[in-house]
């Protein structure tokens, strides 16, 4: 009988024993896995923060790129219009001007034009490029371009005597050419106006033998010639 008493309580404070090591257990382990679910709960909360950081710097290289395309497709389109503006130029330059060794075996009843204005641009040593200044001389001369009647333009250009004769009379062309296109594409001059005479250095307006001389002879001189008694028809459609 007391065996079976001893026996009972021994298993009584077993199970107590096992009840109190369980709940030790499940503390335990709640203790060490309540840091580990903060941590990773901060983890998720910056990998979130990161994603939205990483949209919004997508978004905003997108919107750069499609400005950077738009602002090139813009300059490409500018380039095309620049170039067919200087191909128009060009071509009023080299096919349809009028080029001559006078004006008498081109114009018919030349006695009858008259000079109206001329003037006279200068170029810098083996250049044929317009200067600022030189296009606003031109300006000032193409003012007078709209008031008049069956007029024609003699351009005459000129370099110094320095350098082979052929390669001053293609740079005499060149200044020549510059001059008749800035008139044609920015003032709507018609190319068949133009006409290009005495090219090349033949034809001096100062002495070759000083600094200053040369430099005047570095030269595209424009005449403005007008005929306004003669109808058009009778000057050649002019």
Known sequence: MNINRF???GLAAAVSLAGVTGCATKNYVQNKTAPLVDQTNQLED???TNN???HSVDER???GIKQAQGAADSATQNAQMASKA???ADSAANFAVHRADSLESVVKGLDSYK???NVSVTFGFDKAVLTKEDREQLDQFAVQ???AKSYILEVTGGTDSIGPAQYNYELSQRRADAVVQYLATKYGVAAHRFYLVGIGKDKEVAPNTSAEGRKQNRRVEVQLLSNAG?????SGGL
Do not use: F, H, M, N
Request: aromatic fraction near 0%; avoid cysteine; charge should be neutral.
């Open 7 to 9: 026996g009972v309580i």
């Open 46 to 48: 910056k990998t979130a």
């Open 52 to 54: 939205r950081q990483i």
């Open 61 to 63: 290289s997108q919107a």
């Open 86 to 88: 200087a191909g128009d």
């Open 115 to 117: 000079p109206v204005a």
């Open 145 to 147: 371009l709209g008031s």
């Open 230 to 234: 003669v109808s058009t028809a009778e």
